[in-house]
């Protein structure tokens, strides 16, 4: 593609613009120039939808997971639809509310960009949906979790794929108080893990069981988690629960199997990943691991995507890689919508993301009023060996 | 009370976090010592202990050793870290300080040379090797967990015993060199008064650059101690670097002793005041904090005060 | 002599020096990235990857062994280095190889992906129905050759220090330079699409700058150049020429090329427009000022402008130069008014309302205009016609010859009004990203590194905990508007806050300074520190109170004013944020300028160079400090407030250490203790990373930024534009004696008596 | 010798009215006394001197004077300016001692290197002043009006002790006895009624030192501020002080006027290192007391003249 021409490029474009000048002269006296320069809006150079996450800093893994499965969903759509060819725009946030905005900027200006997947993060989510919702861009998320965000926010422009902390933490909560009498509840001082636990804490309490104590250990700044550990297991609690990501999970497995913790370990959906198994090893055999999405090494419908993901990445997909292969392709399906009806642009993508029923890997998209999934699975998940196994159906396991 | 019945597990505890406080905070304090000046990339000297002892030990691992072998692989680990971490100290002297000093240039800006340094390792660390910030150790050799010792229910594991018992004999060394050897008493005498010192004939510039090695052998084998049980990354050194440096002037900077006990003091209150039941582990770093400024707002050069530093 | 081993040999260090250096350049440079299976992979990727000279590691070796000679060989060098024109060549050459490799040179994406030379030029080149200037130029070796001659023709002038060849070589820069320009031009107008790159433009400037080293090698008498006083004698030569000089090429550059009006993403330049317009229903006074009163208040404020600073019946004209300047901002500032509001009230599609959807060319005319009413305001107002007069006799040669110029009339005002006209009208022209940047990342940080500044650069304390004030600002305002869970007395707009917020900011200042002010340097270091991650906690654990890391919520709303009759409400619109930063900044600034020169400044400059001397003195100094850090944390409050009202949402992650560190950096790159060093240095810094986005990976960004800020403070440790004692404040009372000894000899005062 | 002290010097003092009255001061470092049990009174308008052997208190005896040395046992009461009521010193902090009308300057020179001379001067002229901050930043007018106040008194006071052209030098760079002068200028600005000098003349050549005199007496003749003296070179000392107080061992061995303590075998024999006898003997081994002065080569004059100043008073 070395020799490509600008004239290709600009042909459309320029259009507009002579017609703005020539069309004017030759209507004096009234605003029919103005007008006249309709004439270049009609088609569209190039389709753009943008991916908003981490993807440098500390979060980085988890925008890398999503962004690898968005480049492979748009790869296999652009290899079936020659006529609708779809770009991505890559925006790092640095999981940073404060760095959202200006990522956000970018998205907005680039005016062939008609929808986002992401942000990935719930903070960002909040610095930036309201942006989003004035420019008319029609965001839709693979992992924001808080509940928040369909509760509180008030954004229509916001969608997920994903079920809130609130349900997945209700559930899991509801899990525990069956399994264990004690439970001892560590988050991780991040706006996820403390919502994830906040949840859990409510269900365990109202399933029966007792909640020892929660305590917080801050996720940049531990490295040594054998006092918490320690302290876990000092208390007698017949169970854990840490709310929190991998890497730290696996640090806390490790501090947990130093002391000789007893009990159970159980964890959400941050944890379900990659890392959390090789970084923890044998020392996180036995965690179990609540999440509302699906593994797609192990899930059946899902065997087609996990090989080409490792085809084409040398790696076998992590958290949130099939939910945003699912959304990519959702959003895709939005496109070809737009475009049956008419133009694709910011708007008609928008009313087509809400109308959309798309049967997706890890569940169906059909949206709610308030942006929310209408089907929300919760599965259960437990380490062995090494590896991370799915148990089933969190109600019913 | 479910805490007191606790208390020598706790105590264990900060003592590990402590040795490796104490270890990081001699190299802040050597430096203050002849340069009254923080360190502040002395946090990535640390850091890089951990990434140059994994290099080696990452390669002896494998296999099935014997108690000598593991223990050849822990010391192999030690070495290693202290030569990478020394050589990185020794560097970063030459880089960021070398160049100030000759040009005679303000205190801060020292800082901000040192800052501009941190950053620079942290992210060619991350850049040559990865950012994951808990990179593990190979452990299968050491069976790190094994008990060794249990006195009345308190259980110390082996990587415990090896990480005190490393840093202990290393703070014994350092205490031989800085009391014993000519370095150590030109050392001393840099830190007492530079001026007087060069009069004397010691040369200034090769013993501030080998206080930067003894200092960086310091943080490479507290970096390979720390890698060994927490895991390692890029950015580990941050946040220790600086409760370590907390640890130096609660000790009174420039002070050895001060240093050693300021870190095992930082430690230990760390291990056994957050999990008492009516503060919580999410107040870990307010209370060293605070017991930092409280000790300074009654001694204000520290516990043990500046004895190899000059006082104002 | 001692025999000294082989390795202690001076020469055989620096060359291990050397190659240290390339080896480290090799791993730094390039895209390779560690992996967490395999360690080594990242290393030997940059040492063995490929290049052009096999493995990588030659190739930076080599670099090393340049880098050598270029040290060792430094002091035969060096001597050249002063011959006049030297300089300006190596500048500009540098800043022509900027243009080519780092700088955009099209905002269009599909044009050329990163938007570079390089990527441009495969396009263009091969694009039917582009100007054949434009196709030329971007024929790939082209731009490189011109450079390369225009480089050698200069050089071979500044070695001969031929006249011809100086004038030939200069016309050699300009025409490459203004080729360069023209052909971005036919690209940008080709496409049709607006374009805020920068590239073209700069390498003109660097071009020029070649040119000009040119030109002084033509005049110069001796072979040493003294390049600092040549230029303070330029400057000094005709004062406000600069600033009509720029004025008229920025105004040149609006009226021909810049795009005025851009609805749906397309490009009109004032041609353009006003043949849109024309016969419209729009206001007939903008109508007319589209058609022809652009370019004839342009054009006389130019002439005007020009004639008036070079000296021809100045005062007058002067007085001229300004009026019309000020109309031909008002009347372009109104059109632009009247204009995007008549569109989108005519319905035009794209057209959204008010100020919108512009291109820079109205505000840059705005610029030009101002600047040009500014130049005849100096030269009207200005009363040293001696110096002017001195000045011109050794203009036109760099060399020692002329002597130093004190100081240069009307200068100070010329930068404030340039300074002015930028902060004013150049955002506007920014994409929304750089407008984006430019308030929440560039502006808030300034604003923090002026407070920091009175702690850090003023009283001489060191204090990395200054982002807790920060928080305090940013929390009292979210309390204040009831987005937090603790709610206020009352709620109030954000604008509002910012009286609250000082005080809470000022009494955490005071808190933290009582107890802790009489420690030393470093322990108040650390005890700071300390202050500022306790503050964070206490953000994350104090749920009821700040609803932790899930942040104020709702959002904070945008500030809104509505006094009577005045309705204002700060929407997403950033250039709103930005003006209102500006009117926090200006105040501040002219607070702090006062504050600097106040009693208590002086104050903290005795204890800041030494306490023991300024208590015994008789200086406060624990008041002193509280006082600095009062008002420090107050700026840093104001700061806060404006943070938290234009984000909205934010957490205790936008308070951490890092922060407070990076801000120490800031004050300390651009020059502790001077107001515009610390500005300057936390502007370049926070601009860095931005701009290292279309460099490097950005996981390597932090990296690049931390070997500049050590390059800095190994080459330059006082700082981007150091602190300097303020000698103008005795002006008045300082004449006198200083003349007094030199006017009284004989010659003069005999003469004048008799 | 050009020096000779003016005749109204008698008048000058007024013994009647105390301004240090130093009673049993005791200062101890750990286990140093630095001073032991000194008493001794300094009246209003006098040139006081304070002399004696390196060691033996004096810079800390300045030190516990201006607030900066708490002594554990004895007091110091202190009326800094005429008409002024005794306060108590000890226990102070120095810049409230300093406000009391106390000014010193330093042994090795302290000024503000990186401020301008005329700086240095305003620093100390400003701390008498109120306007605060808030003002500063508004440009009140009352604060414009002091600013205006601190530049003339400022460079009064540089023309005082002749630096008025060097007023925007910085300090750093002017040469080391105009770095004197400026420090006593800086001194000044506070409006002390009594000013103490730490080794004034260290460094100086010997016309520098003549001015240093000359400058001395002119502080207390126009501007009626007593003087506080420790001064190595003896010929300076015995020129201008009214009265000396010796020092040694942080003790007070002798008190009188010039020619009382050059006869004065206890301090000749602190000088020397030896007993009084022998020190009473070896009165006549004049070469020796060359120590009295260290680094001065002509510090023997003292010997050689030593009833200058008193027979000019009586002529």
Known sequence: ?397 | MNWLQNLPDYLVLGLTRGSMYALVALGYTLVYGVLQLINFAHSEVFMAGAFGSYLVVSQLAPGEHGFLGASMIVLAGLLTGAIVSALIAWTLELVAYKPLRQRGAPKLAFLISAIGMSFFLVQLFGKLFNRFSGNPFPENYLDKNAPVLELGGVTVTRIQVIIIVAALLTMILLDRIVNGTKLGRSIRAVAEDAPTAALMGINIDRTISRTFLIGGALAGVAGFLFGQAFGFGNTMGFDQGVKAFAAAVLGGIGNLRGAMMGGLLLGIVEAIVPPLPFIGIEWTDVVAFVVLVAILVFRPTGLLGEKLGRAA | MRNVPWYQNPTVKRLFGCLALGLVLSLMIGKQQGSRDDYYVGIKKALFGPSILGPRIILFLLVGVGVFFLITYWSRIKPYLGRPGIKPMAIGALGVVMGYVLLKWTDNSRAAADGKLGTLSDAASSTEGLSPIAQTFFTMPVPWILFLVSLIATLIAVILRNRVLGYAAAAICVVAGLWGYLAHGYVQSFLGTPDHSLGSAFQLLAYLTIAGGALVAARSHLEVADTKNFIRRAFAWRPGLFLAAIGSLVGLESLLQATWFSPQGRNATLVDMSALFAGSGLAPVSQQFLRWGAFVLLGAAILVGLVATLGLARKKLGWVAFGVGVVGALLTLLTLYLATGYAASEGFEGATGHWQNLGAGGWLAAMAFVMLAGAGWIVATLDAPVQVEKAERDLMSSDTVGGSVRHIPGMKYALLIAVIAVALFYPPTMTEYWQNVLVSQIGIFVLLAIGLNVVVGWAGLLDLGFIAFYAVGSYTTAWLVGSLPAKPPFTVSPLWAIPVAVIFALIAGVMLGAPTLRLRGDYLAIVTLGFGEIVRIVAVNAESITNSTRGPSPAVPHPAISIGPLQWEWGLNYLQYWYLLLVIMVLVIIGFRRLEDSRLGRAWAAIREDEVAAQATGVNTFRAKLFAFAIGASTSGIAGVFFASQVGYFNPQNFTLEYSILVVAYVVFGGMGSLPGAMAGAAVLTWLPEFLKEQVPAEDRQMWIGAVILLMMIFRPAGLIPATRRETELEGIDEAPRIEPRAVPESESMGATS | MTISVPETSKQLIDHDDVIYDIKNVTLRFGGVTSLNDVTMQMYRGEILAIIGPNGAGKTSLFNALTGVYHPQEGTISLAGRSGDSHAMVIGKKTHIINHMGVARTFQNIRLFPALTALENVRVAVETRQKSGPVSAMLGMPWQRKEDRESIDKGLELLRFVGLREKANELAGSLAYGEQRRLEIARALGTNPGVILLDEPAAGTNPSEKRELAELILQIRRERGVSVLLIEHDMKLVMSIADRLVVLNFGGKIAEGTPEEIQKDPVVIAAYLGTSAEEAAEELEALPELHTLALDDPDANIIIETPHVPAEEEKA
């Open chain 1, 1 to 397: 593609m070395r020799n490509r021409s600008l004239a290709k490029v600009a042909a459309v474009s320029v259009a507009g613009a002579l017609a703005l000048a020539a069309c004017s002269n030759s209507t004096p006296n009234n605003s029919g120039g103005l007008n006249s320069g309709s004439a270049g809006t009609g088609t569209q150079g190039a389709i753009k939808i943008a991916f908003q996450g981490p993807l440098s800093g500390e979060n980085a893994q988890l925008g890398i997971n999503e962004i690898n499965a968005t480049k492979l969903a748009l790869d296999q759509w652009n290899k079936a639809n020659a006529d609708l060819q779809v770009q991505l725009v890559e925006l790092d946030d640095v999981g940073d509310p404060a760095k959202a905005p200006a990522a956000a900027a970018k998205a907005i200006q680039d005016k062939e960009i008609v929808a986002v997947v992401g942000p990935s993060f719930s903070g960002p989510t909040k610095a930036v949906c309201k942006t989003y919702e004035e420019a008319g861009l029609v965001l839709v998320s693979p992992s924001a979790t808080n509940p928040d965000l369909t509760k509180t926010l008030n954004c229509a422009a916001f969608h997920r794929v994903v079920p809130p902390d609130s349900l997945e933490g209700d559930l899991a909560g509801q899990w525990l108080a069956k399994k264990a009498k004690t439970v001892y509840l560590v988050d991780d001082l991040t706006d996820y893990g403390k919502g994830a636990v906040d949840a859990v804490e409510a269900a365990v309490k109202a399933g029966g069981a007792t909640v020892v104590k929660r305590e917080g250990v801050d996720k940049d700044k531990t490295k040594d988690y054998s006092v918490i550990a320690q302290a876990v297991k000092a208390s007698g609690a017949e169970a854990v629960f840490y709310g929190g990501y991998d890497a730290q999970a696996a640090l806390f497995a490790k501090a947990l199997t130093a002391v000789n913790y007893p009990g159970l370990r159980m964890s959400g959906n941050g944890v379900l990943s990659t890392v959390f198994s090789t970084n923890s090893g044998a020392d996180g055999d036995g965690w179990y691991i609540s999440c509302g999405c699906l593994d797609a090494t192990k899930a059946d419908n899902a065997k087609e995507f996990t090989a080409a993901y490792k085809a084409m990445f040398n790696t076998d997909p992590s958290t949130y890689s099939p939910e945003s292969y699912d959304v990519t392709n959702a959003v895709l399906e939005a496109i070809k919508a737009a475009k049956a009806k008419g133009t694709v642009d910011r708007k008609s993508v928008w009313d087509a993301v809400k109308a959309l029923n798309y049967k997706g890997l890890t569940t169906t998209i059909k949206f709610a009023a308030n942006g929310d999934v209408e089907n929300q699975v919760i599965n259960l998940y437990k380490q062995d060996g090494g590896k991370i196994g799915l148990v089933g159906d969190i109600k019913t396991s």
